[in-house]
């Protein structure tokens, strides 16, 4: 059934991320999240069985059908998370200062040794090079290595138990960014029509490219930037995606803490330069898994994130299982409503606009911004069969809401993530005559145009050519 009419209208611009998992599976706790203001929905292939998540589209879809409102569906995949292997006893507890080999043996470890059944790390580490256990909780110096081991001097102890991660944060592993359960994964998420699929732990452009060539154009790659090397090849990995996540989790354990602000700050810039959505993510409201109000420092997170443009904000346990879902979403709507009021965010807007490309399809999106400024539009309308003119519009970042119309489900769902824009699926125009029309009427049926207001019209021509941004035009609806 093809989308439609809209029951369901934001009044910010900022999108919410939620993430499903056992606390959030069921139809009413979906629609509920939704209808407190989830925008797009996270699958976390981490976790959960293809039957869980196929479970979950299915119940997104029905949603989406019942209200008659586009709902993006994100499908993260695990990428090569590294372990290292079993203990003996569960768990063996490290001294600072102690010896403690890693070696390729998948004999169960004991307080001298472990397995860690990854012969690229020992392959690539280096003496002197620093290993990060269970998200940097301890840490390991590399003093020798041999062709199976590495002998490391333990600088952080603590409690080490079964399976917990390892993080190099030094060294660029020779290892694929998609493993064989991820290609597994995105398959099945492809064959599931998601949205977005999220790429984890990529270092280089090559990943994103490796991964293009499994999902084509049947969904947008969402890149998630999670290892400092990611972040030297930061514009070449975001010219090969379509929208970058800060996955502030791993990356806030490979760089040291002062450092991850920065990064943040760098990320959302880059990404709002080149136009594509990002996503800021990782313990926003992480107080919430087990309580029913945020600290204030975490709602100050959640309003920089804001500040800085991000397209959308994150919970991740927070919905997935944590005890108070509905209120995480609520108080993350009411911090990006309450942010989006303030004139010192629309300041911080207008000085972080970047200054457009020379394009054709670039200028008219930013006269499109001014000119709906000037005359008080209501709305700015682009008609989009890629996404690409909705995509410019809110690279500029306009005082006015965009209404996008685009005759594809699939496009219209991708857009949910966009800053400001309000999707909908519309039958293809033909004409800039027809266009004008199908602006007005939608505009108004939508809430957003009455009587008397104008309505700034973007588009292509001719029509249905993708890429082909280059008319704009004001109308006065009747």
């Given at each position: ?9 934001r009044h ?18 979906i629609a ?5 203001g989830?925008d797009?929905?996270r ?7 293809h ?7 299915t ?9 008659g409102?586009p709902i993006?569906?994100l499908?993260?995949?695990q990428g090569?998370k590294l372990?290292v292997g079993?203990?003996g006893?569960?768990?063996?507890q490290?001294q600072?200062?102690q ?6 043996n ?7 040794r ?5 012969p ?9 090079a620093?290993?990060l256990?269970d ?12 062709a ?5 001097e333990v600088?952080v102890?603590?409690?080490l138990?079964?399976h917990?991660?390892?993080?190099v944060?030094d ?9 064989a359960?991820?290609?597994e ?5 492809l064959?599931?029509?998601?949205d ?5 732990f990529?270092q280089?452009p090559?990943?994103?490219?490796e991964?293009r060539?499994?999902v084509?154009?049947?969904?947008w790659?969402m890149?998630k ?13 975001i010219?090969?995606?379509d929208a970058l996540?800060?996955?502030r989790?791993?990356?806030g ?8 602000p920065?990064?943040?700050k760098?990320i ?5 330069q080149?136009g ?18 945020p600290?204030r420092a ?27 879902p ?7 709507d ?10 010192g965010?629309?300041?911080m807007?207008?000085a ?13 999106a930013?006269a ?5 400024h000037t ?5 700015i309308?682009?008609f989009?069969?890629s ?12 005082e006015?809401?965009?209404?996008s119309l685009?005759p ?19 039958p ?8 004008i ?5 939608v ?6 145009a009455s ?20 008319a704009l ?6």
């Amino acid at each position: 059934m093809p989308l439609h009419s809209s029951e369901v209208r934001r009044h910010r611009r900022t999108k919410i991320v939620a993430t499903l998992g056992p606390a959030s599976t069921t139809r009413e706790v979906i629609a509920r999240l939704f209808l407190t203001g989830a925008d797009v929905f996270r699958l976390n292939f981490s976790h959960g069985t293809h039957e869980d998540h196929a479970g979950r589209i299915t119940r997104i879809r029905e949603l989406e059908r019942r209200f008659g409102r586009p709902i993006g569906i994100l499908a993260d995949v695990q990428g090569p998370k590294l372990r290292v292997g079993r203990f003996g006893g569960g768990r063996v507890q490290l001294q600072t200062g102690q010896r403690f080999e890693l070696d390729l043996n998948p004999t169960p470890g004991d307080a001298t040794r472990a397995s860690l059944p990854h012969p690229e790390i020992i392959a690539a580490a280096e003496v002197g090079a620093t290993l990060l256990l269970d998200d940097g909780k301890l840490r390991l110096r590399v003093l020798r290595k041999r062709a199976e081991a590495l002998e490391t001097e333990v600088t952080v102890g603590g409690v080490l138990s079964d399976h917990k991660g390892v993080n190099v944060p030094d060294v660029v592993l020779p290892i694929p960014a998609l493993t064989a359960k991820d290609r597994e994964d995105i398959a099945f998420a492809l064959e599931h029509g998601v949205d977005y699929i999220g790429l984890s732990f990529v270092q280089r452009p090559e990943d994103v490219a490796e991964a293009r060539e499994l999902v084509g154009d049947r969904a947008w790659i969402m890149t998630k930037l999670e290892k400092p090397q990611a972040l030297e090849n930061l514009d070449e990995i975001i010219a090969l995606s379509d929208a970058l996540m800060v996955a502030r989790g791993d990356l806030g354990v490979e760089l040291p803490p002062e450092e991850v602000p920065l990064a943040q700050k760098r990320i959302v810039r880059a990404a709002r330069q080149s136009g594509k959505p990002v996503v800021v993510a990782t313990q926003m409201l992480e107080s919430m898994i087990s309580a029913p109000a945020p600290t204030r420092a975490e709602a100050s997170d959640v309003a920089t994130a804001v500040f800085d443009g991000a397209d959308a904000v994150m919970l991740s346990a927070e919905t997935a299982v944590g005890q108070f879902p509905y209120e995480a979403v609520s108080i993350m709507d009411r911090i990006v409503s309450r942010v989006e009021k303030d004139p010192g965010w629309r300041s911080m807007v207008e000085a972080a606009r970047p200054a457009p490309e020379r394009s054709v399809a670039d200028a008219i999106a930013a006269a499109g911004r001014q000119v709906a400024h000037t005359v008080g539009a209501s709305v700015i309308c682009t008609f989009t069969a890629s996404g690409s003119t909705a995509l410019r519009v809110a690279r500029e970042r306009p005082e006015a809401p965009i209404m996008s119309l685009t005759p594809l489900d699939g496009i219209a769902r991708r857009l949910a993530l966009v800053w400001g824009v309000h999707a909908i699926v519309s039958p293809e125009t033909h004409s800039m005559g027809e266009s004008i029309e199908r602006a007005s009427n939608v505009a108004s049926n939508e809430g957003f145009a009455s009587s008397g207001s104008e309505v700034v019209v973007i588009a292509g021509i001719p029509f249905g050519r993708p890429g082909t941004t280059n008319a704009l035009q004001v109308v006065r609806v009747r």
